[in-house]
């Protein structure tokens, strides 16, 4: 069953990484998420979080390390880096660890305090969000409360303009 969601999970993210269009969440019944879920993520120095305990304000994005978009995304917050000092940033995925540190790594965001990447098994990331495509982008305010979400890749602009 585990292996089976992780395909789906992965056949939808797929096929909407190569999709280049934005479209943004525009109702509560699209997205389903008005704060952050009680989901765990194990970060890369393999510490455990939930996602509902986080504080301050918050970004998750959930990527693929062999997706353009998420790649162009990272490359993008790399070079804005210092317009989120305010904001922590969790990229998230279901991709084995290794890939996860190497994408960290290949876009200069493994040693920023404030940029955390971990992993999640699909069926989290389906459980909470249902099917979205990569890279997906949810901004929680320091309350706890969503801001605005993305489905699809972003540009940073639009991101800073919601903190």
């Keep these: 069953m585990k292996i089976a969601a992780a395909f789906i999970f992965f056949l939808v993210t797929f096929c909407a990484c190569s999709n280049t ?9 699209e997205t389903s998420v ?3 879920p ?4 194990t970060l890369i120095d393999n510490s455990n979080r939930n996602v509902r305990d986080l504080t301050g304000a918050s970004v998750l994005i959930f990527f693929q390390p062999d997706c353009d978009h998420c790649q162009r995304e990272a490359a993008d917050i790399e070079k804005n880096l210092d317009a989120f000092v305010d904001t922590s940033l ?3 995925t279901a991709a084995p660890m290794q890939e996860i540190i190497q994408f960290a790594r290949d876009y ?3 040693d920023r305090s404030n940029v955390h990447f971990g992993f999640t ?3 989290n990331i389906l459980d909470n969000y249902g099917a979205i495509s990569a890279p997906s982008v949810y901004i929680y305010s320091d ?10 890749e ?3 602009e639009k991101i800073l303009s919601h903190l």
């Design 34 to 36: 008005n704060e952050q």
């Design 108 to 110: 200069k965001l493994s």
């Design 121 to 123: 098994p699909a069926k």
């Design 38 to 41: 009680n989901m765990s993520i």
């Design 21 to 29: 269009s934005t479209s943004e969440a525009k109702t509560q019944s």
């Design 143 to 152: 309350k706890h409360k969503l801001v605005k979400s993305f489905n699809g």
């Design 90 to 92: 969790y990229f998230i």
């Design 154 to 156: 972003v540009a940073v």
